[in-house]
């Protein structure tokens, strides 16, 4: 859960709004959505997008330091926020940012990645910025395009080995230069659930069936 996470510019109210309203526009029966502040405070909300599903049918977002909205869905691949916040750069002109950090799986997959999103970005997609260090099945690949920013530690980039140019540790650091504090469970405000009732099947996993899957321990 949350090996890909959304952050949108903007208060979490307005985010909730243009969400449900997008999300009722694609649905033939909007009474099918339901929305739903939660009492829960974070990390706790996290088990309302349980089970993971794909195709994914449920959302959170969740305030975060005042300035930023945090968007999870419950997406079984660890999540897909590019859908939400890449549309809301384009027809919202919000600040958009997608960070992810997918530890290495038995199979040798893996995957450390910043993307930034804005208006000023690089139609039709938005982006600002890329840069992500990978691997699948073992080979290692590294990618950045964009104007780097200035948060940037650019000579990381040059080392021998891919894996040492982003990590988790500077992606966390790249995240709290934009005000983003990902790992301070405090930054986390006020939450809502977003919930599609869908007519066709999807493939559910409860946590520790995908931990098994993954061949990840309990983290």
Not at 143 to 158: L, M
């Amino acid at each position: 859960m949350g090996w890909s996470a959304g952050w949108i510019e903007a208060p979490k109210d307005e985010v909730e709004t243009a969400l449900a309203d997008w999300r009722e526009a694609d649905q033939s029966n909007p009474s099918d959505l339901t929305v739903e502040p939660l009492t829960d405070c974070w990390p706790e909300c996290l088990q309302q997008l349980l089970p993971l599903e794909a195709p994914w049918t449920t959302e959170l977002l969740v305030e975060h330091g005042g300035r930023w909205t945090c968007y999870l869905n419950n997406d079984l691949n660890g999540g897909d926020a590019f859908p939400v916040v890449g549309r809301f750069a384009a027809h919202m002109s919000w600040r958009g940012v997608i960070s992810v950090h997918q530890p290495r799986t038995p199979v040798g997959h893996a995957s450390t990645q910043l993307q930034l999103f804005g208006p000023q970005g690089e139609p039709p997609l938005m982006y600002v910025r890329t840069i992500a260090a990978q691997a699948e099945d073992g080979r290692r690949s590294w990618h950045e395009s964009g104007r780097p920013q200035w948060f940037e530690h650019v000579e990381r980039y040059s080392r021998r080995l891919k894996r040492d140019r982003l990590d988790r540790q500077l992606l966390v650091e790249y995240l709290l230069a934009l005000g983003i504090d990902v790992d301070n469970d405090a930054a986390y405000g006020a939450s809502t659930l977003i919930r599609q009732r869908v007519t066709w099947s999807t493939r559910k996993q409860t946590l520790p069936e995908a931990r098994k899957e993954w061949g990840l321990s309990r983290r």
